[in-house]
Nanobody
């Protein structure tokens, strides 16, 4: 089992920045992909950014150049979000995917971009 906990959401004005953090614990040595997803009201959950254990990253086209995912050696992953737009408003979820094919989710953290 892997436990995933996010933090760092909040209210920010358009053009502002916010940094999300996520920590995975438990059987975390089996994790090889960690990522961020988001779900806005009335919409499906979508991938925002992901990082593999070898360092490969992928981003949604809507956030490329504005968001940066990073990961440390302790199974913590971060999402630096710059130049935030109102359409970035959503609940952001951290995800951990293991080598056994299991996926674990955090409880989510609300990000609201509004003036």
């Amino acid at each position: 089992q892997v436990q995933v906990v996010e933090s760092g959401g909040g209210l920010v004005q358009p053009g502002g920045s916010l940094k999300l953090s996520c920590a995975a614990s438990g059987s975390s040595s089996s994790i090889f992909v960690m990522g961020w997803y988001r779900q806005a009201p009335g919409k499906q959950r979508e991938l925002v950014a992901a990082m593999h254990d070898k360092g490969n990253t992928n981003y949604a086209s809507s956030v490329k150049g504005r968001f940066t995912i990073s990961r440390d050696n302790e199974n913590r992953v971060y999402l630096q979000m710059n130049d935030l737009k109102t359409e970035d408003t959503a609940v952001y979820y951290c995800n951990a995917f293991t080598s056994r094919g299991s996926t674990f989710w955090g409880q989510g953290t609300q990000v609201t971009v509004s003036s």
